[in-house]
């Protein structure tokens, strides 16, 4: 029973992102953007808003979804929402990179994205950060494997199904996207390790890549 409990208790703390404890409105800003530059969307994780997400950078547009249990059915809200606003986007400007940011549950979010439309959507790429989907080398599959019975299809598992996208993942000593960090990295690491990479100026628009722990390894998907 105690086994049962420990287990509940960390599958509710999985992927929290702790960026706020009061809930803001999760419609996302419907301003047009414009069609000069990189159209860039982001996506919070768990516990955020679209105008509370950590992500900070010349953006374009914050993805609303509802965010406050990280499991399946937000993740599948998370990417029809990050859908329907790059599908727009792109069909106004059909000439424009699009670069799409997630954290966490919002890693999980543009992960599944990429992973459904990367053969009918080009000039686009990613960046994941602290990618709960995320599947070693280096290291160990992220906390979507042992919690998938949890948190269900289709932010369980671990792949890298991401066709011919630019995708850059960014795992730093983090359970959530490592389960080789151990358990008593989270919540700390996961919240404090990635300051820089919520910058999304920090990325450029064709990064292939894959940082672990601060060392950078070439793309393998």
């Known amino acids: 029973m105690r086994a049962t409990r420990i287990t509940s208790a960390l599958a509710g703390l999985l992927l929290?992102?702790?960026?706020?404890?009061?809930?803001?409105?999760?419609?996302?800003?419907?301003?047009?953007?414009?069609?000069?530059?990189?159209?860039?969307?982001?996506?919070?994780?768990?516990?955020?808003?679209?105008?509370n997400d950590g992500f900070r950078g010349d953006i374009q547009q914050h993805v609303g979804y509802p965010t406050q249990i990280?499991?399946?059915?937000?993740?599948?809200?998370?990417?029809?929402?990050?859908?329907?606003?790059?599908?727009?986007?792109?069909?106004?400007?059909?000439?424009?990179?699009?670069?799409?940011?997630g954290y966490s549950?919002?890693?999980?979010?543009?992960?599944v994205w990429v992973t459904e439309n990367w053969q009918t959507f080009g000039n686009v790429n990613a960046i994941l950060i602290a990618?709960?989907?995320?599947?070693?080398?280096?290291g160990a599959n992220g906390g979507a494997v042992p919690f998938g019975g949890f948190v269900g299809a289709p932010l369980a598992g671990?792949?890298?199904?991401?066709?011919?996208i630019p995708v850059k993942t960014i795992c730093?000593?983090?359970?959530?996207?490592?389960?080789s960090a151990?358990?008593?990295?989270?919540?700390?690491n996961h919240m404090h390790n990635y300051d820089v990479d919520f910058d999304m100026d920090h990325h450029n628009d064709s990064a292939n890549e894959e940082w672990y722990n601060g060392a950078w390894n070439p793309a393998s998907w």
């Open 172 to 179: 730093n000593w983090d359970y959530v996207c490592d389960e």
């Open 182 to 188: 151990g358990i008593w990295t989270y919540p700390g």
């Open 70 to 101: 990280p499991n399946g059915t937000s993740t599948r809200a998370g990417v029809n929402e990050l859908n329907r606003l790059v599908r727009n986007q792109r069909a106004a400007c059909p000439d424009q990179h699009v670069k799409i940011g």
């Open 16 to 51: 929290a992102v702790g960026v706020s404890a009061t809930q803001a409105p999760t419609a996302a800003a419907q301003s047009a953007a414009s069609c000069d530059g990189t159209y860039t969307i982001v996506v919070g994780g768990t516990g955020s808003s679209w105008n």
């Open 105 to 111: 549950l919002g890693a999980g979010v543009v992960h």
């Open 131 to 138: 990618d709960p989907k995320r599947q070693g080398p280096p």
């Open 158 to 164: 671990a792949d890298r199904f991401f066709g011919n």
